[in-house]
């Protein structure tokens, strides 16, 4: 029998808003599956078989229930202990790569997205198994079927004979097919937290008439906000609390109930949230501690309350959270225990901290910042980032999205969404852990450079996240990114009354990448005919301290108007005891006047903080105490508008790719390997890297002195000898490479001394001397949460020395290969700097694209070094003169770090 791939186990949300399990099929499925069969109409009968059938014999039951999970598989979604859909492939001939697909949905269940979860599932997995095809009969008249085919995305072709529809459409994924299944995964997702951000009623399960304990406190806050809907408290020792009815259970509550506020002792949690269900309650909000916070006992706790709540449909905030809330003034929802509710606005944000989170509303309300929804996420045991980023996406409330983060649960599909969502809305982001060193035992330069944080920049960049460096640089960019355009470029214009302030600006501004132009003389001429005959108005612009709000108003209309700067920043000092109001009304009023236009911000340098006429119900002005953090903050957003104008990129198709040689190649290395594999050995990797178009000189392997002489001779010219070992990780550290070596003295010589080097020496490597180019590093290390990290930098030994490297997450675009190549300060060398003769950039770019796709193709790979890679004069291409791949063995057919399946989430990631 074949063995149960339990790694294909997934949570889907339903298009609902619902959630339900979809798994492969079990020989155990046989009952729950004729009760589906009793379930479904005469007509869904006669749509899947086409024919009448009133039963499914022992035979038939028998048949679709066992699957050998390859040439024959089948999917089922399920509710609590129901099949309630199910689809399934049958590969049409032992040699064919097409199989015919079937469907069947219970009718109760149908219009919910069922039957789209399983083909998307089913295509991911017959794309694995070498299924290039589905095929489908499907009767004229069943008219969903034919709607889930068509809004699949897939190029379907339909044929017609006899009365039945003949379905025909390829596997592979498509942009249309993709864009289909994020748009699906969107509206979805949304839907299942709207009960969430939009409850028309609530009920606090623990309600407490103790006004300083956590559960009295989140219920004053919904009833001091005035939250719009029903407000249930739930206490079985007490008949009312702070004046409402309370009701001993959930279940005693006469109305129905969107949304559960949960804080009881964890003891109780499961058997609530069970209640919960039974009540129909939508989602739940768990404030309750003493989950996987604490590990051990913890852990189990909260995966049973995952289950229950993820069986039953519902969604789950927390555990081990602060609560919600929405300033929307059609819901008014203050569902946390903090002690501030900030001013309403276009900010939306996570905290995976609950501590924090509170001191992040007090913050926001300090510095006036508007807030849209606020989540404290805790455990994230359900909800997590990533759903809270797609219902942000089209949430016509929220402009700018925060994310404290802690940990990533899922970093694959972070990327794919943040990335998408940056364009339309920027994300800025505090990582906490920024020191932690990876702790996988490196062996190769690689391994040795990479790191967590290295993983999370690479990640950030190439979604587009603006990563701050603290909360303090958090806020002050979102300041920024709530109330002004994102630059269009890096020119600053500095307008202040006091020269010193105005110094200390240019150059933080210049530290962080900006620059100041010096004006024109016709904007120069404009400037100074409004301001005193002692004004500086070459850029920075100082207007000395006298500068009246005339002076500010005038000043700022002819910068916010010229086409010689991307933003303006001022800079004022209050140099009497009157007048500040004045100048930051001229500066409100200038941000009104060209709202849209440039990016404005000024800097108050007072004790007192910003003056509040730089702000108005529908404009604000950010505004900075200290010139550095205007400059920071102006400084990440000019970054992200760079980021905006790139283009997308896209995965580039190679010719001279053959991914099946590379997988024989493998599999027959693993075959004699242990369960930790081991790397390859230098053959293999020829043969691997040449499977993919990367270049290698010629070599050959000897096992004796007169072999190398031999093969030197056959390679003719000078060449190098490597020694072969399992122990001589970096071989020129124990001097086991000889390099340029001609003539039998020197080869026989070499070969001794190389073997020599080390106590394991399996003979050496004889290989073609490449001269010339410029030594480049290109290689791959696998995070275990990150998936497949690829690095390019400069080469040779002092690589790890040095450290000029990039990094960035596989796949690859075209457009992170030539960012990668770019980005490092040994860049310049390829270029021909200082007369340096030029390299071959564009051959370059190309063999770290043939890496992704060799990683792509190759998910046993652990670790692998092109080190040194020689990069030719151009048009001469590139040369990997060293190679090394480590490999081990990979049975799961899903890897959370390597795949990602949208409205999926995978039970074991």
């Known amino acids: ?498 020269g010193g302030p105005g110094i200390l600006l240019a150059d933080a501004l210049e530290s962080a990448g900006l620059t100041l132009p010096e004006f024109s003389p016709t904007l120069q001429g404009k400037l100074q005919g409004h301001l005193n005959a002692e004004a500086s108005v070459r850029n920075p612009v100082d207007m000395v301290a006298s500068a009246s709000a005339a002076e500010y108003t005038a000043s700022l209309a002819e910068l916010m108007t010229s086409d010689e700067v991307d933003a303006v920043v001022v800079v004022h000092i209050p140099a009497a005891p009157t007048g500040t109001a004045e100048i930051a009304g001229a500066i409100r009023a200038a941000s009104i006047v060209d709202a849209g236009r440039k990016t404005l911000l000024s800097v108050f340098m007072r004790s007192q903080g910003p003056p509040p006429e730089l702000h108005s119900d529908q404009h604000r002005v950010p505004s900075y105490r200290f010139p550095e953090a205007a400059a920071r903050a102006l400084a990440r957003a000019a970054t992200y508008g760079e980021w905006l104008k790139m283009p997308v990129g896209s995965i580039p198709e190679l010719e001279g790719v053959d991914a099946d040689a590379a997988r024989r190649i493998v599999d027959e290395f693993l075959a004699g390997a242990g369960p930790e594999g081991g790397w390859l050995p230098p053959d293999a990797v020829e043969a691997v890297l040449r499977s993919h178009g990367l270049s290698l000189p010629r070599s050959r392997v000897a096992s004796t002195s007169d072999e190398a002489v031999a093969m030197a001779a056959e390679l003719g010219g000078p060449v190098v000898l490597k020694v072969i070992s399992d122990s001589a990780l970096h071989k020129s550290d124990v001097g086991g490479v000889a390099l340029d070596l001609q003539g039998e003295a020197e080869v026989r010589r070499a070969y001794e001394a190389v073997t020599s080097a080390v106590g394991d020496a399996g003979g050496a490597l004889v290989q073609e001397f490449i001269g010339g180019g410029h030594e480049v590093i290109i290689g791959m290390t696998e995070d275990p949460s990150f998936g497949p990290l690829i690095l390019f930098g400069l080469g040779g030994v002092f690589v790890e020395l040095i450290g000029d490297v990039s990094f960035r997450i596989h796949p690859l675009t075209d457009v992170d290969a030539a960012e990668m190549v770019g980005e490092v300060k040994a860049s310049k060398l390829l270029d021909g700097y200082r007369g340096e003769p030029p390299g071959d950039v564009p051959a370059l770019e190309q063999a770290i694209l043939r890496v992704s796709a060799l990683v792509e193709a190759m998910p046993e790979m652990v670790e692998m070094d092109l080190n040194p890679v020689k990069v030719m004069l151009p048009g001469d291409g590139v040369r990997a003169v060293d190679a090394r791949i480590r490999v081990r063995p990979v049975s799961a057919s899903f890897i959370p770090s390597r795949d990602d399946i949208p409205a999926a989430e995978h039970l074991r990631s």
């Not at 199910?86 to 064919?96: A, K």
């Not at 004229?140 to 529809?165: A, C, H, T, W």
């Not at 709207?194 to 009920?203: C, E, G, V």
Request: with cysteine; aromatic share 8%; glycine share 8%.
């Open 1 to 498: 029998m074949a063995e149960y791939p339990a790694d294909l186990e997934f949570d889907v949300v339903l298009k609902d808003g619902a959630t339900a399990r979809l798994r492969p099929v079990r020989p155990t499925d046989a009952d729950a599956l004729d009760r589906l069969f009793h379930r479904l109409s005469a007509k869904a009968v006669y749509q899947r078989f086409f024919r009448a059938k009133t039963r499914l014999s022992p035979e038939e039951l028998e048949y679709f229930t066992n699957v050998d999970y390859a040439e024959r598989m089948a999917f089922v979604v399920t509710h609590e202990e129901d099949i309630i859909g199910i689809g399934r492939y049958d590969r049409t001939g032992p040699d064919s790569q097409v199989a015919e697909v079937a469907f069947a949905v219970d009718d109760e269940h149908q219009g919910r997205g069922i039957g789209t979860q399983l083909l998307q599932h089913l295509t991911f997995y017959a794309r694995s198994q070498g299924i290039t095809g589905f095929n489908a009969f499907v009767l004229p008249d069943n008219y969903p079927m034919m709607r889930v085919f068509r809004n699949s995305g897939f190029k379907l072709e339909r044929q017609i004979e006899d009365g039945v529809y003949l379905v025909e459409f390829p596997t592979e994924e498509t942009t249309e097919s993709f864009e289909a299944e994020e748009a699906r995964e969107q509206m979805a997702v949304a839907a299942s937290l709207l009960p969430i951000f939009y409850p028309r009623s609530i009920a606090v399960i623990g309600a407490s008439r103790d006004g300083a304990s956590i559960p009295g406190r989140l219920f004053h806050n919904l009833l001091k906000e005035n939250f719009a809907g029903a407000l249930f408290p739930v206490n079985p020792s007490a008949p009312v609390v702070n004046a409402v009815r309370a009701y001993p259970s959930v279940l005693d509550i006469p109305d129905p109930v969107d949304l559960a506020f949960i804080v009881v002792p964890k003891q109780h949690v499961l058997a609530t949230v069970a209640e919960c269900a039974e009540k129909g309650v939508r989602a739940v909000i768990v404030i309750s501690a003493g989950f996987s916070e604490i590990g051990g006992e913890g852990e189990e706790l909260e995966a049973e309350l995952l289950q229950l709540v993820r069986t039953t449909g519902m969604r789950m905030v927390g555990p081990n959270c602060m609560g919600i809330l929405n300033t929307d003034l059609a819901v008014r929802l203050n569902g946390t225990f903090a002690p501030v509710y900030p001013p309403a606005g276009n900010v939306a944000m996570s905290s995976q901290s609950g501590a924090l989170g509170i001191a992040i509303l007090d913050y926001a309300h300090d510095l006036n910042i508007g807030i849209s929804t606020f989540v404290s996420v805790g455990n994230k045991a359900d909800i997590s980032g990533n759903d809270l980023l797609l219902y942000w996406e089209n949430d016509p409330a929220t402009d700018v999205i925060l994310l404290y983060l802690e940990s990533f649960g899922n970093p694959r599909r972070f990327a794919r969404i943040a990335r998408r969502i940056a364009r339309k809305k920027p994300i800025v982001a505090v990582k906490s852990g920024r020191t932690a060193a990876g702790t996988r035992a490196a062996s190769s330069h690689t391994g040795a450079l990479a790191s967590l944080d290295i993983a999370v920049d690479a990640l950030f960049h190439q979604a587009g996240v603006i990563r701050t460096d603290d909360l303090d640089e958090l806020f002050d960019v979102t300041a920024l990114l709530a109330d002004q355009p994102v630059p269009e470029g890096r020119r600053v214009a500095v307008l202040t009354n006091a």
